[in-house]
Structures are given as structure tokens and as C-alpha cells.
């Protein structure tokens, strides 16, 4: 039975298996196009197993921003997944502290959705989904590195347009679907506007801008646009799934 649940979580998880392997493969070249070194995005694929905070913490590192800069804002933007595993252990009924702890690290977005639409979870279940996944995202580092060498860097740098590309796919859902997130993200945009481009304020803010922009943002629209308790169920999670 444990065996049948293990590859039923591999089977179930085949979608983001694919879905990250892609785009791992285009975080392997965006990696080589700023000339970093690819062992160590191989090693950041496989400590951090997180797709947006990946993207954003290579674009920092290549523009020289300082790693407590970096570290705040990947925990900040990470943050998310504090309740995604709060509502995930719910279902961990037949599950220890320590493999609670052990499974926390591959709650991502999509195995969060995975998870919590499971009737049962089970551990074979979420292990088999859960390494499937990890093993596509950290494949596909890995190809993305391989296949650096051997693509002209013209593309390999025309690759780097995928960031903003994600960065549209995540937000236009939002904004079109609920002008509270579109009002959020205008507040986000002109805190981020003024930080950099205000004589002064941009010398002394530097490259906390982003992290300002974030909490400012997330402050502001939470007062001026707040979503109604219970307005966010795991049904909407689903559906843009």
C-alpha cells in the first residue's frame, strides 16, 4: 500500500515535474548568462527549492547587492510558506514532529495545492510527489548549466527576459481578476519609484529599496484595499492550478 501511495504522489506530481524542470532549465542559463558559477546554482537549487526567490536572489547577486540584503528579502518573500505548512500539517495526522520538519522543506506552492486537496496524505504519498518535484527542478539547474556551454550567448542572454516574463505571469492573474491586488501593486510600484529616483532618499535607502517597497506596499494596501477574512480558500489555490 505505501509503495502504490509513494507513485501515486509520483504520478500526481508529473505536472510540476515538467512544469519545473522548464523552468529550472531557463534558471540554469539566466545563471550562466550573468556569469556566475554553476556549481553553486546547482547547490542554491538544491538548499532553496524555490523558484521566484532563485530568479530574484541571482539578478541581486549579479547587480552586487550584499547578501543581508538578499537574505532578507528571500525570508520576506518566503514567508508565505509559514502558513502553507501550518495548513499542510493540519493533514499530517499519522505524521512526527521530525518528519514533519523533514517534509516542510519541499512545501511549495504547487505541492501546497497537491497536498491540501488530498483526502488522505499519507507520507509515502507526499514523498513520492515531493521528490519527483525536487528532482525536476534540480534536474533541469543542472541541463540549463550543461546546455550554457554549448548555446550561443546571444540566446543565453536573451534568456534573462524570462525573469520579467515570470514575474507577469504571477502578477497579471491578480490584478486582472481583483482590482485590489492591481491598486497593491501600484502602491509596490511607486514606493519602489520613489526610493530609487528621489535625490537623497536613494543614498541613504541603497539597496534596501526592494525590502522598503515590500513592507511599505504590503502595509499601505492593507489598509487602503484589505481583503475580507476568508476571502482567500484553498478552492481559488486550486483553480489557478
Same mark, same amino acid.
Given at each position: 500500500?505505501?509503495?502504490?501511495?509513494?507513485?501515486?504522489?509520483?504520478?500526481?506530481?508529473?505536472? !510540476?515535474?515538467?512544469?519545473?524542470?522548464?523552468?529550472?532549465?531557463?534558471?540554469?542559463?539566466?545563471?550562466?548568462?550573468?556569469?556566475? =558559477?554553476?556549481?553553486?546554482?546547482?547547490?542554491?537549487?538544491?538548499?532553496?527549492?524555490?523558484?521566484?526567490?532563485?530568479?530574484?536572489?541571482? =539578478?541581486?547577486?549579479? =547587480?552586487?547587492?550584499?547578501?543581508?540584503?538578499?537574505?532578507?528579502?528571500?525570508?520576506?518573500?518566503?514567508?508565505?510558506?509559514?502558513?502553507?505548512?501550518?495548513?499542510?500539517?493540519?493533514?499530517?495526522?499519522?505524521?512526527?514532529?521530525?518528519?514533519?520538519?523533514?517534509?516542510?522543506?519541499?512545501?511549495?506552492?504547487?505541492?501546497?495545492?497537491?497536498?491540501?486537496?488530498?483526502? =488522505?496524505?499519507?507520507?509515502?504519498?507526499?514523498?513520492?510527489?515531493?521528490? *519527483?518535484? *525536487?528532482?525536476?527542478?534540480?534536474?533541469?539547474?543542472?541541463?540549463? !548549466?550543461?546546455?550554457?556551454?554549448?548555446?550561443?550567448?546571444?540566446?543565453?542572454?536573451?534568456?534573462?527576459?524570462?525573469?520579467? !516574463?515570470?514575474?507577469?505571469?504571477?502578477?497579471?492573474?491578480?490584478?486582472?481578476?481583483?482590482?485590489? *491586488?492591481?491598486?497593491?501593486?501600484?502602491?509596490?510600484?511607486?514606493?519602489?519609484?520613489?526610493?530609487? *529616483?528621489?535625490?537623497?532618499?536613494?543614498?541613504?535607502?541603497?539597496?534596501?529599496?526592494?525590502?522598503?517597497?515590500?513592507?511599505?506596499?504590503?502595509?499601505?494596501?492593507?489598509? !487602503?484595499?484589505?481583503?475580507?477574512?476568508?476571502?482567500?480558500?484553498?478552492?481559488?489555490?486550486?483553480?489557478?492550478?
Amino acid at each position: 500500500m505505501k509503495e502504490n501511495n509513494f507513485f501515486k504522489g509520483v504520478k500526481a506530481a508529473t505536472p !510540476i515535474f515538467l512544469s519545473y524542470f522548464s523552468i529550472s532549465i531557463t534558471f540554469g542559463l539566466i545563471v550562466k548568462s550573468f556569469d556566475l =558559477n554553476g556549481v553553486l546554482a546547482i547547490i542554491m537549487s538544491m538548499t532553496n527549492f524555490t523558484g521566484a526567490t532563485q530568479f530574484i536572489s541571482v =539578478n541581486m547577486i549579479a =547587480n552586487g547587492i550584499g547578501i543581508i540584503n538578499i537574505a532578507i528579502t528571500t525570508f520576506i518573500i518566503n514567508s508565505r510558506y509559514f502558513l502553507m505548512s501550518f495548513c499542510v500539517s493540519q493533514k499530517m495526522t499519522n505524521f512526527n514532529l521530525i518528519e514533519k520538519l523533514l517534509f516542510s522543506f519541499g512545501i511549495t506552492d504547487e505541492i501546497f495545492v497537491l497536498s491540501t486537496t488530498q483526502e =488522505n496524505l499519507s507520507k509515502s504519498f507526499l514523498l513520492g510527489a515531493q521528490l *519527483y518535484s *525536487y528532482f525536476g527542478w534540480t534536474a533541469g539547474t543542472i541541463v540549463g !548549466i550543461i546546455l550554457a556551454s554549448f548555446i550561443p550567448m546571444q540566446i543565453i542572454e536573451a534568456a534573462a527576459i524570462s525573469i520579467y !516574463i515570470m514575474y507577469l505571469t504571477l502578477l497579471l492573474p491578480k490584478i486582472t481578476s481583483n482590482s485590489k *491586488y492591481l491598486i497593491a501593486a501600484i502602491i509596490s510600484i511607486m514606493f519602489s519609484v520613489f526610493f530609487k *529616483y528621489t535625490p537623497f532618499i536613494n543614498e541613504i535607502v541603497g539597496n534596501f529599496r526592494i525590502i522598503l517597497s515590500i513592507i511599505l506596499s504590503a502595509i499601505v494596501a492593507s489598509i !487602503i484595499v484589505p481583503i475580507e477574512e476568508n476571502s482567500y480558500e484553498v478552492e481559488e489555490v486550486v483553480n489557478e492550478y
